[in-house]
């Protein structure tokens, strides 16, 4: 099977955080388990990955299983625990679990060393064509892994002489500890949901302002945190980037596969400072990076050094460029409702996440499914600890808002 480099990425850091996506559905209306299992069975003739484990040793893939029969778990009752720690060295890179009802849920935890949030979003709207039309869903439908438009584009874009140390800022944000290293900790899924209206309005808030979502997201979320450090005058803040629309139109084919590097935004915003004042900023520094393409610098190294150096080294290089920071966020984007549907079932709520994180690390997940934007979290830890994770998910929304300045708004606890 073709081998991605960028599936390195995710292969540091395992005692901090153990990479996976994280995707929570809920639906109701007639749901069919084995017609689901056939679908996921089905999937895999297109990207063959899920039925392996991964082979650290010389990044390959190795089959374990032949069908979706030991994937797909119907259980009692969901707990964060089933799926906060799956093995994606010895199992395969999908594991679902349903649990049956009036409204029936499924969690689908997906291995981020196999692809990242678009590519899974792409493998959600697969899957759902698999369940609704079949074997008609795979004709002609095929995974492109190979990464040659990104050598391409760094050939093209060569590193800056003077290259800065940005993935490792010097005053990085980070929250307080609330228990002993040694107190019991448990995974938990949580977070807030805006209001449709809350959600329109801070779109249409975006566009009288010039800037983008993601800028405002990152900007209320680096202010919420450096709360806790206000001595932290800068706004440092890694954001992942889909380098899918990177590709020329006509490269731009069906791929479930990691093709995410990140930003490296960090802008002076003293916390006394407006909200708005601050997404300016943030809009102006992504802007800049954009222009230069910085997000190459995340993985210009290891795509240079891929075919001579060991694992171990790759490990080393992606550790200097693309490292774990213990303050993390993602943006998931839209989850488009017409594609991910389910015939006979009505959706009702998307949530997706990342890893499950030991408190104090935290990140921040956001994403939008029906007009409704989520800031979701993973967290193991403590009922305390969960809680104040609770609070800072509830805190940026209330900063969300400060940045709209509704007359009224509304936020829900997931």
């Not at 979706?68 to 010895?90: C, E, H, I, K, Y």
């Not at 060569?158 to 940005?166: N, S």
């Not at 500890?177 to 448990?186: F, H, I, K, M, Y």
């Not at 209330?398 to 829900?412: H, L, V």
Request: aromatic share 8%; with cysteine; hydrophobic share 40%.
């Amino acid at each position: 099977m073709n081998q991605n480099p960028l599936n390195i990425l995710h292969t540091i850091g395992l005692k901090e955080l153990y990479p996976i996506i994280r995707c929570q559905i809920k639906l109701t209306g007639p749901f069919d388990i084995d017609r689901f299992r056939r679908a996921v069975t089905l999937s895999a003739k297109v990207v063959p990955e899920l039925f392996c484990k991964y082979n650290l040793a010389d990044n390959s893939w190795t089959p374990v299983v032949d069908d979706a029969t030991t994937m797909v778990t119907v259980v009692d009752q969901l707990t964060p625990g089933l799926d906060s720690n799956p093995d994606w060295f010895r199992q395969p890179q999908l594991r679902v679990f349903i649990e049956p009802g009036t409204t029936t849920t499924l969690v689908l935890t997906m291995s981020h060393i196999l692809t990242d949030g678009s590519g899974f979003k792409q493998y959600l709207y697969l899957l759902s064509d698999c369940y609704n039309r079949g074997v008609a869903a795979v004709k002609d439908v095929h995974n492109t892994v190979e990464l040659d438009w990104l050598k391409d584009l760094l050939k093209t874009h060569p590193a800056p002489q003077q290259k800065k140390d940005v993935d490792h800022p010097a005053h990085a944000l980070g929250l307080p500890r609330l228990a002993d290293e040694s107190a019991q900790r448990e995974a938990h899924v949580s977070g807030v949901r805006l209001s449709a209206v809350l959600t329109k309005q801070l779109i249409h808030a975006t566009h009288d302002q010039h800037v983008t979502v993601n800028d405002v997201l990152m900007a209320t979320f680096g202010k919420t945190i450096q709360a806790y450090d206000p001595e932290v005058a800068d706004i440092a803040i890694a954001c992942p980037t889909d380098m899918r629309q990177s590709i020329d139109h006509d490269q731009a084919q069906f791929r479930i596969a990691n093709h995410t590097a990140r930003y490296n935004p960090s802008i002076p915003a003293p916390l006394a400072e407006p909200i708005r004042e601050s997404v300016q900023k943030m809009h102006a520094g992504m802007a800049a990076l954009k222009g230069q393409d910085q997000f190459l610098d995340s993985v210009r190294s290891l795509m240079a050094q891929y075919q001579h150096e060991s694992i171990d080294q790759l490990q080393q290089i992606v550790e200097a460029n693309y490292h774990v920071r213990p303050i993390g966020y993602t943006n998931f984007g839209i989850i488009d409702d017409q594609r991910l549907r389910l015939d006979d079932t009505d959706i009702t709520d998307v949530l997706m996440t990342g890893s499950f994180r030991f408190a104090p690390m935290y990140q921040i997940a956001c994403s939008t499914f029906k007009g409704q934007l989520s800031l979701g979290f993973n967290m193991v830890g403590t009922d305390q600890e969960v809680q104040f994770g609770r609070d800072l998910a509830q805190t940026m929304a209330g900063r969300i808002e400060d940045f709209i300045d509704p007359q009224t708004a509304s936020t829900q606890t997931l």
